[in-house]
């Protein structure tokens, strides 16, 4: 007997690894399957690879026919879904806790078995199209991917997850089929389990459905390193609309740098602690630093940062709304003005007590859902390992004002940044 | 855990009229407020669009003992929020925080509700983000896709034909006064609803509630009654041109059941079945899966206190607007002339009800489901009898609620994108 109110991890002998943590507050349960393929894996010709695949695991098996696994999820009042981002690809259900051994069922099936016929391809390039023609919809869309062009330049970070649109439009069937066969394998996988089952029980049933998945195959390594950034990079997007917006990146260090947590601290005080989940977390940012500066002064509508824990180096972002009356150029200014102060008036203890604070509450209503804790788990065993997860709060802890003083120094200057403005045709 | 019903939440009527519910659920530390109060955009008059909204957000903005800034360096410093957010029928209220903290939210609540002071300077900065969202809308094809069909479906007479947030020219002109005479009229304890789950027993919630607000005592709106919607008999449409767009958004509906009308649930599980079902129902596996024509294609049938919409909503490429209107006239057709399979019925059904410990594993999903029951005087047993009603709702009924609101020849049409080719 293995205590699992605690995440347990293993490993099946054809290398899938397994996360399993017991929670019985309510009676439901959630499984995910992980893939370590994203973007990440992908280059100029295959963009948007990784997440037309991942559409086409929804098109059926010989076991499942089209439709059949959605439907069957379902029927037992379940949730059913797969995302797609730079360094992953992973699908998971939320059910009932005594049906969750249908999702295991679908999941080692389609591991596998998936038909990716040429039909269906077909008809989804017009649906993958559609979905990247509603991003572009959207001023932010247009404006994040040119910024992040730029600041990228070697590494498939500088592509967005969705894919370039003549890639989409000349992509084949068979290129398809050939990136799903060389990434969905037990060795190239994560299982992850949270809910109110019996862990023994649980682990058994996964060796079960996916002990017998062969892994003969070799995954290709990514080798791209994006060089260092030699001086500031800047972007002009315009667009229609009536509304400018303002963003930049900055380049950081990977998440095993102890500077990865002192930037996060540092986040926290500038723009308000992130909300520790990908379905938005309803939380204000008021009380932040750059809110005084760019919103409380009227300059600018909204400010967000975001440090996304990533595989390879990635950056710290921040995005700015232009309030109507104002420009991109009164909102950098003042926001470089902001960054300048860092020097002089450091992040201070309450600061860091504030960012601590908020984190353990997050942490509190995160508990609250099995989908949560089960993304969250295997989220961070994409990037480092689960215990980054749940040693969250102890690193964020020991981070000191000294640390947060250096990370802002070090990353936050002007020569390690790309700044990219949206003009709108309409502007005032 | 089981299902919320009688035997655990505890609802009690301040004499003042405020109704209080409280669940207990130590599973973790925290606890979560919702509630709502009865002023909202209904309670505005058409040339003064977007008050209620604007009023609602400006409660925030300060009070007597808590300034702007002082509200959310005190929540953000705990990690908690508080929020207010103006409906049509209703502003509702929440919060949400660790156990320790709740004297400090509601304290925040209460101050919030009862002494808000409108201050002019925040008053003006919050008018400048209101009007750039505004801007925002304007080239979101979407969201003028949603109001175009609102202002088509509904009487002009009928708050539903006015945006929520108002019109650049209607929230220009609100004044700080507007805004505090608005609040003054309208705010007040009678029906009022607060729901509290977590991990507080229920003798302390109430009297921590009691405290914050049995001595209120505001006014409260004289209502009409709702203007009389008649069903749409004719397609009404109407085209709003985005230029430089990629997407085109599609919202084509119907004025729908309220929550409390006899078939609503009739209504509902019809509706899963067109657009909600697996991968957004007969409407996804047709427009989407078959045709390939669109990222999303659903439905969705609102309820709420008065005729609220039921909509099909679907963003294509320009060029694919008419196929797909094509596909989803015809979905509504069969919907309406054929009656579902009893082996599709069974699926959605088994669909509805086991979904139910999903939607209340969370403590803002059994707040929400609470709120719900009071509101609509489902009784607190509702949760329990839930299957059963599901249940025994048969092909007849489901296709009875298709033709008594819908129709594949009479709708509102709004549609949003680039200018047509050629």
Redo the contacts between chains.
Sequence with gaps: MIKMSQAYKTQLPNGLTVLVKEAHAAPVASFWVWYRVGSRNEYTGITGISHWVEHMLFKGTPTFSKGAAEKAIAREGGMFNGMTAYDFTTYFATLPANRIGLALRIEADRMVNSVLALDEVTAERNVIISERQGSENDPDFLLNEELMAAAFRVHPYGTDTIGHMCDLETMTCEQLYAHYRTYYAPHNALAVAVGDFDGDEMLRLIEQHFGSIPNDLDIPAVNAVEPPQRGERQVFVEGEGNVAYLQMVFRTPPVHDPDFFALTALDAALTGASGLTFFGGGLTNKSSRLYRTLVASGLATAISGSLIPTVDPFVYNLSAVVRTGHTPAEVLEALDAELSRLATEPVTQEELTKAIKHAKAQFVYSSESVTGQALWLGYSEIFADYSWFEDYITNLSAVTVEDVQRAAQKYLKRSNRTVGWYMPENGA | ?SIPGPEDITRRELPNGIVVLVRENH????VVVSGYLRVGAYDERPEQAGLAAFTASALMRGTANYP??K???E???????V?VSGGTHTTGFGT???VEDLPLVLDILTDVLRHPTFPGDEI??LR??L???L??R????RRMAGLAFYELAYPPTHPYAHSLVGYTETVSELSRDHLAEFYAGGYGPRGMVIVVVGAVDTATALAQIEGAFGDWEGRQYDRDPLPDVSRITEMRERTVT??????TDIVLGYPGPPRTAPDFLDAFVCNTVLGV???MGRLG?NV?????????SYSRVAGGPGPGPWRVIA???PANVERAMVSIRAEIRRICEEPVSEAELA?NK?????????Q????DGVARAILNMERYALGLDYLHRYASLINEITAERVQAAARRWLDPDAYALAIAGPPAEG
């Design positions: 855990m599973s973790s530390p925290s702007f800034e509200i959310y360096a929540l953000e410093s705990v990690g908690a929020g929020g949400k925080s660790l003006e900065k400048g983000e009007l750039t969202d801007e925002e304007a080239h979101d094809t985005i230029p430089g767009k990629t997407q079902f697996g991968l596996e989407r899966e078959a045709q390939g024509l669109a990222y999303y963003g294509v490429n699926d088994a669909f509805i009800t086991g979904s139910l410990p999903l209340l594993e969370t403590k």
